[in-house]
């Protein structure tokens, strides 16, 4: 070896930095560079939406009708599962991080993310152990089918050896993660522009900030819970089997120690987002802005304390019971505030209705639901009737399709015409947006029926009774996901030219990301943003 890793780095760092991107496809497997990074994650992002939502599909069209049309019922508990692990941790987070590494930087002020390098490694983690997971289907006994969730003994002692490879890309995807975090928390401490107080950051960067330190407690716990089932599974402990003094209930604890915070990785970024939005179309600051942050940090509390309200039914102590149902539901008062203080920005405000604002405006509406429905879960004696039903499976994807997913959607139609430097065509956006907004309360607004009409959840077949309502939602879910393909076609087309953007195409979005030029240049801030230019993006510039 005559040249070591880093110094054939520093060499095209070097040879690159003042001119642009390297040229050719090595362009993206040796970029450092924080908005390469990004359109990375985001490009990964859709390529598993699609992959996952294929599976998706698949589990619609075999619950159509009752009975065994497509799939054996191991294969469908292998599709249901795959499908929860691939939209989790390979569409919904590194969706949210690749808007994290687009934005941050921009948003801070600062050149690039503060490791470039360790960003690239992040990143490039991500595609091998999205191989490692899906590669269970070719294995002879097939992918896992014990869920997202990957109970003991369901993942130990009666899992096909796939689980061992899922193991091996959650670890992965873990370090991913973890990387990731570090990176955006310092990014943010420590590069921020002259002048830029912590409390005037804009909202996006305050929710990935705290998010960032919810990754550090929720992934470790994960990999713990995981590299137990693997000690289970192949060097003799007996964590979780009951036959040899073990606990299965203590995997359950484990994992949603990691779990509940989990769904709040995936919806405090989401937050951020609607709060850039909601103020840009409304032309007004956001309303309540400290509120708005201590709101989060609040709700970033209690989720590390409620992990329980998912085990109502495993015979926890009643005043455990009780006590998680009290902290599940406090969760409803910081919760309510950020909704009165979307609504309060909008009051009065000069709103228009562009893409970006519809998926926002659809954010807040239906996100509420899923808060409402979360809360019906939360009380003790209900969850014993809905628990492991289709209602749970209704609230969780109110609360991360239409929550965390049209977030990013929102995201990106609001930060394209940045990246791009093109408009996006609003006409085909309107269409994209009403066939979707309306085809996935189609989708999953008659779950919630099914749930209380005593559907369970995860199953391949299913008497008579639930056919209505699953036909109406499968009908739902193949609109939905055709209509996404409506996106990807629009924003090829706003890669390949359209309307220039302008700096700022939005003329009510503030922040700093809006002073430089669309795109931006391939090195952000060479120089550093003016304190007068970040007095002004900032909240006290409002005018
Ligand atoms: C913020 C985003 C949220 C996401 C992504 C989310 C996601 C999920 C998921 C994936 C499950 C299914 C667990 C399973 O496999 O059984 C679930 C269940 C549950 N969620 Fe949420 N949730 C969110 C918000 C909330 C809120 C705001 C509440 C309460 C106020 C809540 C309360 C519950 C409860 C009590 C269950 C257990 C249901 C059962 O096991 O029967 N969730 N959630
Ligand atoms: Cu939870």
């Known amino acids: 070896m005559s040249q070591t890793a880093d110094s054939v780095v520093d060499q095209i760092e070097h040879d690159h930095s003042h001119h642009g991107p390297r040229k050719g496809p090595l362009r993206w497997l040796l970029t450092v560079n924080h908005k390469d990074v990004g359109t990375m994650y985001l490009v990964l992002a859709l390529v598993a939406l ?51 590494n687009w934005m941050v930087p921009l948003q801070v002020g600062a050149d690039d993310m503060y490791w470039p390098r360790v960003n690239n490694w992040a990143f490039w983690m991500l595609p091998p152990a999205a191989l490692l997971l899906w590669w269970g289907f070719f294995m002879p006994q ?38 990731g975090a570090l990176n955006i928390i310092l990014t943010i401490l420590k590069m921020r522009a002259k002048g830029m107080k912590l409390w005037d950051m804009p909202l996006f960067t305050w929710t990935w900030l705290i998010t960032g330190f919810l990754l550090l407690l929720a992934m470790p716990t994960l990999a713990i819970a995981v590299t137990m089932l693997l000690t289970d599974r192949h060097l003799g402990t007996n964590f979780f089997e009951a036959a040899a003094g073990g606990d299965p209930v203590l995997f359950q604890h484990i994992f949603w120690f990691f779990g509940h915070p989990e769904v709040y990785i995936m919806i405090l970024p989401a937050f951020g987002v609607v709060s850039e939005i909601v103020p840009a179309f409304s032309r007004k600051p956001l309303f309540g802005r400290t509120s708005m942050i201590w709101a989060v940090i609040a709700i970033t509390f209690l989720s590390a304390i409620v992990w329980a309200h998912h085990m109502f039914t495993v015979g926890l102590p009643v005043e455990a019971q009780v006590l998680f149902m009290y902290t599940t539901m406090l969760i409803a008062i910081p919760t309510g505030i950020k909704i009165f203080n979307w609504v309060a920005t909008m009051w009065r405000g000069s709103m228009t209705f562009e893409a970006p604002m519809l998926w926002a405006l659809a954010f807040i509406f239906l996100f509420t639901i899923g808060g409402f429905s979360g809360l019906m879960l939360a009380d003790v004696p209900a969850d014993y009737q809905y628990h492991d039903t289709y209602f749970v499976v ?42 979707s907004v309306i085809s996935v309360n189609v989708t999953f607004f008659p779950m919630h029926f099914a749930g209380l009409a005593g559907m369970p959840r995860r199953i391949p077949d299913y008497p008579m009774q639930f056919m209505d309502f ?46 430089l030029s669309s795109p931006p240049p391939y090195h952000t801030f060479t120089e550093p943003p003016s304190p007068q230019t970040v007095h002004n993006e900032g909240p006290h510039g409002y005018h």
């Open 50 to 100: 699609l992959v996952g939502g294929v599976m998706a599909l698949v589990i619609r069209a075999e619950l159509f009708q009752p009975g065994l049309q497509l799939t054996q019922p191991q294969f469908f508990n292998s599709l249901t599962t795959m499908h929860g692990l691939t939209m989790i941790f390979l569409a919904i987070m590194p969706g949210l991080t690749g808007l994290a």
């Open 142 to 179: 097939g992918a896992p089918g014990g869920g997202w969730t990957m109970y003991a003994p369901l993942s130990s002692t009666y899992a096909p050896p796939s689980i061992d490879y899922v193991i091996m890309a959650i670890h992965i995807m873990g370090i991913s993660s973890i990387l």
């Open 394 to 435: 209704a609230h969780l994807h109110y609360v991360v399709v239409t929550g965390s997913l049209f977030a990013i959607i929102a995201g990106v139609y609001y930060w394209l015409p940045k990246w791009t430097g093109h408009m996006y065509n609003e006409r085909l956006s309107q269409w994209h947006f009403w066939l």
């Open 470 to 515: 699953n036909m109406i939602s499968t009908v739902g879910a193949f609109v939905f996901g055709f209509s996404q393909l409506l996106f990807i076609w629009l924003i090829i087309q706003t890669i390949r030219g359209g309307k220039e953007a302008g700096d700022r195409p939005w003329d009510g979005a503030k922040g700093l990301e809006w002073t």
